[in-house]
């Protein structure tokens, strides 16, 4: 009997949390540097969409520039919203749900490939 395991990861064409409309996400002054919420406010187009989300191929363009309120990574995640690295994992899945599930719905295809994407089949 095969095991199912997910283990968080990004994946292709979705950019869900690309969506960085201010009004969803009131909490930012929280887990944010006063540097970084300007930084942040400065991203948001006037559609909620990052300037820097490439809408054809839903592609950062600045990936290896990005802020680090954009890294998904255990250390970032321990530093900005006090998440255990042991934590991390499902923690990031979580958020990843909630957000595509918010910005594209729970029966969407961006929802299933994720869904696909986290699956380890042991």
């Known amino acids: 009997m095969k095991t199912i395991k997910e283990t968080w990861c990004c994946v292709a064409n979705c950019g869900a949390c690309c969506n960085l409309t201010p009004e969803d ?11 970084e919420l300007e930084i942040y406010l400065g991203m948001v187009g006037k559609d909620g969409w990052c300037i820097n989300l490439d809408k054809d191929t839903r592609k950062c363009l600045i990936y ?12 970032t995640f321990q530093d900005m919203y006090d998440v255990a690295e ?9 958020c990843c749900r909630d957000q595509i599930s918010g910005v594209y719905g729970n029966d969407s295809v961006e929802m299933k490939q994720y869904n696909r994407g986290v699956r380890d089949e042991e």
Do not use: G, H, S, W
């Open 64 to 75: 290896e520039q990005r802020p680090r309120f954009c890294r998904v990574k255990p250390d």
């Open 25 to 35: 996400r009131p909490d930012l002054e929280e887990y944010l540097t006063a540097e």
């Open 86 to 94: 042991a934590e991390f994992n499902e923690f990031a899945i979580a």
